[in-house]
């Protein structure tokens, strides 16, 4: 039975879902899905690298929490060369998941592009590679030989990519509309139940759904790298972000959320994109008062949706989580899964 070794690039919160999982589960996936997973290298910002052909023990991993601990006593480095490890494991997939820099997608462009060339597959989490070099990094997987799988990026582990691309065969796809955001999402519906934008903002944070600081989400950045990547792997949209205007909630005001009630409406964030007559593509994001039956209004919390326009079937709408660590561990599990079945179907046919 085939077995790949994997890297996890990154060793916060995703990552260390993902090796808890294997470290948990890894006899009944190996059972289930007809491979195996072993993880062989492991860098991170606060333990340094550890790579192991043989493969590492998950359980001495998930028990270091970066305070006094590193790698460096269990023979690897107190220092991450991302890099080195990237070019010089013995992994087959590369799994990313990093910080990375809105503006410009590093560390992870770097990350993704070191392993594509070194003959490694990639599964990342990160929006910024795919949303600033994604048709690049995809020539260069094909070039290659390998691939680059970014499920997670758009919905987590809800399945809005993979989904569009196998099962909207044989459709025209006009354009998408969603909520793509669960920070705003939850803080909008707050509003709603009366809380001023601060209380809002704060109950969010609390409660995990937004960072310390939430300017990416309430200024609609996150959204719009994720309409730039849903735009241009859906729809060939060949567009920059630059290309997709962009507005938050925050100049939604208590007043326009009791007007929009007494009128039957909502105020969500969409993120959208429509092909136009001459082929071109419009993308944007911006706050919208929704009539109530529309099919995006009801979508409450930090749940994410979208919903993709198709000439036969009409508006077909996919809703799921958009966030969360065990979410998007199943993500990267995913992109796996896919890799697996295109290889075996790869081999089949030869």
């Given at each position: 039975?085939?077995?790949?070794?994997?890297?996890?690039?990154?060793?916060?919160?995703?990552?260390?879902?993902?090796?808890?999982?294997?470290?948990?589960?890894?006899?009944?996936?190996?059972?289930?899905?007809?491979?195996?997973?072993?993880?062989?290298?492991?860098?991170?910002?606060?333990?340094?690298?550890?790579?192991?052909?043989?493969?590492?023990?998950?359980?001495?991993?998930?028990?270091?929490?970066?305070?006094?601990?590193?790698?460096?006593?269990?023979?690897?480095?107190?220092?991450?060369?991302?890099?080195?490890?990237?070019?010089?494991?013995?992994?087959?997939?590369?799994?990313?998941?990093?910080?990375?820099?809105?503006?410009?997608?590093?560390?992870?462009?770097?990350?993704?592009?070191?392993?594509?060339?070194?003959?490694?597959?990639?599964?990342?989490?990160?929006?910024?590679?795919?949303?600033?070099?994604?048709?690049?990094?995809?020539?260069?997987?094909?070039?290659?030989?390998?691939?680059?799988?970014?499920?997670?990026?758009?919905?987590?582990?809800?399945?809005?990519?993979?989904?569009?691309?196998?099962?909207?065969?044989?459709?025209?796809?006009?354009?998408?509309?969603?909520?793509?955001?669960?920070?705003?999402?939850?803080?909008?519906?707050?509003?709603?139940?009366?809380?001023?934008?601060?209380?809002?903002?704060?109950?969010?944070?609390?409660?995990?759904?937004?960072?310390?600081?939430p300017a990416a989400d309430i200024e609609g950045y996150d959204v719009q790298l994720k309409v730039l990547i849903l735009a241009n792997e859906l729809l060939d949209a060949g567009i920059e972000l630059k290309d997709v205007k962009r507005q938050g909630i925050t100049t939604v005001t208590p007043e326009n959320i009791q007007k929009a009630t007494r009128e039957g409406r909502r105020w969500k964030l969409l993120g959208t994109a429509r092909r136009n007559p001459d082929g071109s593509v419009t993308a944007s994001v911006s706050p919208i008062a929704l009539h109530l039956g529309h099919?995006?209004?009801?979508?409450?919390?930090?749940?994410?949706?979208?919903?993709?326009?198709?000439?036969?079937?009409?508006?077909?709408?996919?809703?799921?989580?958009?966030?969360?660590?065990?979410?998007?561990?199943?993500?990267?599990?995913?992109?796996?899964?896919?890799?697996?079945?295109?290889?075996?179907?790869?081999?089949?046919?030869?």
């Amino acid at each position: 039975m085939t077995t790949y070794d994997i890297a996890l690039i990154g060793f916060g919160g995703v990552n260390r879902t993902l090796a808890k999982l294997i470290a948990a589960r890894g006899e009944a996936l190996r059972s289930e899905l007809g491979f195996g997973l072993r993880v062989v290298a492991i860098t991170d910002l606060h333990l340094g690298s550890l790579a192991k052909p043989e493969g590492i023990d998950l359980s001495l991993a998930l028990r270091l929490d970066g305070g006094s601990d590193n790698f460096s006593g269990y023979g690897g480095s107190a220092d991450t060369n991302n890099e080195a490890v990237i070019r010089n494991c013995t992994a087959d997939i590369i799994c990313e998941a990093t910080f990375t820099i809105p503006e410009d997608g590093e560390p992870a462009v770097s990350h993704v592009r070191w392993a594509l060339e070194s003959g490694k597959s990639v599964c990342t989490t990160n929006k910024g590679p795919v949303a600033h070099r994604g048709a690049q990094l995809t020539s260069l997987a094909e070039q290659n030989g390998v691939h680059f799988e970014f499920e997670g990026a758009v919905m987590s582990g809800t399945p809005v990519i993979r989904l569009a691309k196998k099962m909207f065969a044989g459709l025209k796809l006009n354009g998408f509309e969603g909520i793509l955001n669960g920070t705003s999402n939850y803080v909008l519906g707050r509003m709603e139940a009366g809380l001023d934008f601060e209380a809002a903002i704060s109950e969010a944070q609390e409660l995990g759904y937004a960072e310390a600081n939430p300017a990416a989400d309430i200024e609609g950045y996150d959204v719009q790298l994720k309409v730039l990547i849903l735009a241009n792997e859906l729809l060939d949209a060949g567009i920059e972000l630059k290309d997709v205007k962009r507005q938050g909630i925050t100049t939604v005001t208590p007043e326009n959320i009791q007007k929009a009630t007494r009128e039957g409406r909502r105020w969500k964030l969409l993120g959208t994109a429509r092909r136009n007559p001459d082929g071109s593509v419009t993308a944007s994001v911006s706050p919208i008062a929704l009539h109530l039956g529309h099919g995006l209004a009801g979508v409450s919390g930090a749940t994410n949706a979208v919903s993709f326009d198709t000439d036969l079937l009409g508006a077909v709408t996919v809703s799921g989580p958009g966030a969360g660590r065990v979410e998007t561990a199943y993500a990267l599990l995913s992109d796996i899964i896919a890799i697996h079945t295109d290889r075996t179907e790869m081999a089949a046919n030869v």
